[in-house]
């Protein structure tokens, strides 16, 4: 349960999104790039980490990586481990991956339930709607990536916005500011 | 005695071993757009594809399969049927689509919402008034089946299913469903003739229908408006729905017209029940809009004469072994 500052309360059900594309960087030069670079993580109430193995043997002063899943690797058919189709992030109507998932409730939402569900994706132009963000990185031994989820939920205007479950203009603005939130602790 | 017997019957099984069909392009067909090299061709893994094509375990109530609405006498669509059928007599909002020559094409769905044929079933698998259900209960129930576990083991190696390796097998059964045998493809290969009307046919059929209905497949996989009024009741835009592009408005897939003779009724919502009726609308009934094809702003003229060698020759599309080839049928599956 998340009270925001602006009077809204806000309890999550289910928070996934894809992480891809991992680089690391030193002086703006690329030194490593993850191979098959596809993480779901999906957060519970026991477990609200996931931990990533990056090689220590570089100087690095900066990572970069994807909020969701690129345009080629949507329609190059199924695919296995994180991105089965199993994972609950893969649009069955239509095809293309889920890149961000939050589902549940808040006091503003208009129905009576007061549920929201927000489906961000999209693999086509002009709703391709992958973000890539870059953070500096100081001390190598440990990284720590947070999603600041208060950040993006006292983003969303809940009275207006309760559903987003296909690629659009929407999902296209949520995604970029899903993207703000990653930040280095 | 007994050693004798035992022998002799195991004999018999393996004569009943199911005769799996593989894959193969057509001479002088287009290089496949599906790629193979993400899912490489086996006997096991066709086998499993069949199994599960064949299986009404992929819906919620287990009482339909992807055959019911893709049967094999009808070139694997859903016969006699304008709109499709699912659990509970529900009824959806299109025709299905015959079934064959799937590795050429790019896209599936009416609107093209399907990149890629290994994900194409997850859709009717999930639809409500399809099979109702969603992966991860078909893949349970899967699991659960001793039967499934073998096949899955012999096609990849591990017994467990996953939402790849299912999906993967029902593609490679689909991609074995080639259908380049009609009396057409045995006169292009100069083993036979046409006659002279199929002949008159055939030229018309190329001065007025192969622009979209490009040989040898018969459809250029790409998406037109042709001409068909809007059913209000439906309100179906097509690939507008996927694209939101005011520029796909009413363009639905241009499907291939080979065995176009067991396909009936036809179009996305399955108004014409006969060829006659199609050829009438090309010729007096095109409703004019916005995303209206040049080839069809100015009717087609075709004299009554000439639209029934058009049909002579659309019926040398047939391909009967294809229809009867035991490879694709249902028998011996277990």
């Given amino acids: ?185 | 005695m007994k050693r004798v017997i035992i022998i002799f019957i195991a004999f018999l099984f393996f004569a009943f071993v199911v005769e799996v069909p593989i894959f193969f392009t057509p001479k002088k067909w287009p290089k496949p757009t599906y790629n193979f090299l993400k899912n490489p061709i086996s006997k096991e893994k066709i086998l499993l594809g069949k199994i599960l094509f064949y299986d009404p375990i992929l819906s919620k109530d287990n009482t339909i399969s992807c055959a019911s609405c893709h049967s094999q006498y009808s070139a694997f669509t859903h016969i006699d049927h304008a709109l499709s059928h699912g659990i509970h007599d529900s009824i959806g909002t299109r025709n299905s689509p015959a079934l064959m020559n799937l590795a050429w094409q790019k896209t599936f769905m009416w609107d093209g919402a399907i990149n890629n044929l290994d994900v194409q079933a997850l859709a009717p698998i999930s639809h409500p008034s399809e099979m109702g259900s969603n992966i991860n209960e078909v893949i349970k129930k899967i699991n659960a089946l001793k039967k499934y576990r073998q096949l899955f083991k012999r096609a990849f190696g591990d017994s467990v299913a996953t939402g790849e390796n299912t999906l993967k097998s029902i593609s490679q059964f689909l991609l074995t469903i080639i259908s380049a045998n009609a009396k057409y493809d045995k006169v292009m290969r100069k083993e036979q003739t046409f006659t002279p009307q199929e002949e008159n046919g055939y030229k018309l059929f190329k001065k007025n229908c192969s622009v979209c209905h490009t040989e040898p497949l018969f459809t250029n996989n790409e998406f037109a408006n042709n001409g068909i009024s809007l059913d209000t009741k439906l309100n179906d835009y097509g690939k507008y729905k996927i694209s939101k592009q005011s520029t796909d408005s009413l363009k639905f897939k241009i499907p291939t017209l080979r065995n176009i003779e067991f396909t009936f009724p036809y179009m996305h919502d399955g108004r014409f029940k006969k060829l006659s009726e199609v050829l009438n609308h090309y010729t007096s009934s095109i409703k004019a809009s916005k995303t209206l094809p040049k080839e069809l702003q100015k009717p087609i003229v075709l004299s009554s004469n000439e639209k029934v060698d058009i049909i002579a020759f659309l019926l040398t599309l047939t391909d009967k072994e294809f229809i009867f080839d035991k490879r694709y049928s249902y028998q011996n599956l277990n």
């Avoid at chain 1, 949507?74 to 293309?96: E, F, H, I, R």
């Fill in chain 1, 1 to 185: 349960m998340y009270h925001l500052p602006n009077g809204n309360t806000v309890s999550i059900e289910i928070l996934k999104f894809y992480i891809s594309g991992i680089e690391l960087f030193e002086n703006s030069k690329i030194i490593w790039r993850e191979k098959e670079s596809f993480h779901l993580y999906s957060a519970d109430s026991s477990n609200k980490t996931f931990s990533l193995t990056v090689p220590t043997k570089f100087n690095f002063d900066k990572i970069k990586f994807n909020l969701g899943i690129d345009s080629l690797t949507n329609v190059s058919g199924v695919m296995g481990g994180d991105l089965d189709p199993t994972k609950g992030m893969y649009w069955a109507w239509q095809s293309g991956y889920i890149n961000f998932k939050i589902e549940g409730k808040s006091n503003l939402v208009s129905n009576p339930k007061k549920e929201f569900q927000f489906h961000l994706g999209g693999y086509l132009q002009p709703h391709y709607s992958i973000q890539t963000t870059t953070l500096p990185i100081t001390d190598k031994s440990k990284i720590d990536i947070v999603f600041d989820i208060v950040q993006f939920l006292s983003e969303i205007d809940f009275s207006k916005q309760n559903h987003i479950m296909s690629p659009s203009i929407k999902a296209l603005e949520f995604s970029q500011l899903a993207i703000k939130c990653f930040k280095v602790k």
